[in-house]
């Protein structure tokens, strides 16, 4: 089984510039999760996706972050513009959120994001 | 506020065994979790406690005292691929939102 799959793994630009990222969840997972995470830090939440629905997006800077997931899969997160503070790595993560669910996280391997 | 803590960084030798710790104090309290983090890699599970006392898995054992806010990490007879960081992360309630704590810098030594 394929696991969560992210896009780009790097990204280097300049303050100002707008950026994207992409990520494709495990098949069947409805629960999806952009966290963003700092050197030496455990993972903050930006948002959480229930199929396509954002039940919680309280910590996504909305003024320069925005996001999406189109028909309840793949997801793009964007900052525009960026900022000197926004180089961290951001991870995408799923969940299957039903049954016995336990709550474990499935990670991709994240996008690192370098803002000049 | 929400706060969970845990040592920065912990230095063992191979072949030893090696507790990390974790306290936490949150609102809510809906399960642990203990992730593993290679530098440059994404977090991957290694266990969840909701109730209290041990759980082990093979070299890695976790355990949680729910009155005292408290959880700890065993892992055994270590190995130099254990050198990760360690994530200790509470589930608040219901709606499954995770705390994470900001990991423990595990180094290995021969």
């Known amino acids: 089984e394929a696991g969560v799959v992210q896009s780009p793994r790097y990204k280097i630009i300049e303050k100002k510039q707008p950026v994207a990222f992409w990520c494709n969840p495990i098949?069947?997972?409805?629960?999806l999760y952009w966290y963003l995470q700092n050197l030496g830090q455990g993972p903050e939440l930006l948002i959480r996706?229930?199929?396509?629905?954002?039940?919680?997006d309280s910590q996504l800077p909305k003024d320069r972050f925005s996001a999406e997931r189109l028909k309840g899969v793949d997801s793009t997160l964007k900052i525009q513009p960026a900022e000197l503070g926004d180089s961290a790595v951001y991870l995408c993560?799923?969940?299957?959120?039903?049954?016995?669910?336990?709550?474990?996280?499935?990670f991709g391997e994240g996008s690192r994001l370098t803002v000049l | 506020g929400q706060n969970i803590d845990q040592p920065t960084e912990m230095t063992a030798t191979e072949g030893a065994i090696v507790q990390i710790n974790c306290t936490y104090q949150?609102?809510?309290?809906?399960?642990l979790f203990w992730y593993q983090q290679h530098a440059g890699e994404a977090p991957t599970f290694l266990s969840y406690?909701?109730l209290d006392g041990l759980e082990e898995k093979g070299r890695f054992s976790s355990f949680l005292s729910r009155s005292k806010g408290y959880s700890y990490l065993l892992l055994k007879e270590l190995q130099m691929k254990d050198s990760a960081s360690y994530l200790c992360?509470?589930?608040?309630?219901?709606?499954?939102?995770?705390?994470w704590g900001a990991g423990t810098k595990l180094i290995i030594k021969p």
């Open positions: 993560a799923s969940s299957p959120f039903e049954g016995d669910y336990t709550g474990e996280l499935f």
């Open positions: 098949s069947g997972h409805n629960t």
């Open positions: 996706y229930e199929n396509e629905e954002a039940v919680d």
């Open positions: 949150t609102s809510g309290f809906n399960g």
């Open positions: 406690n909701v």
């Open positions: 992360a509470v589930m608040m309630d219901s709606n499954y939102q995770l705390i």
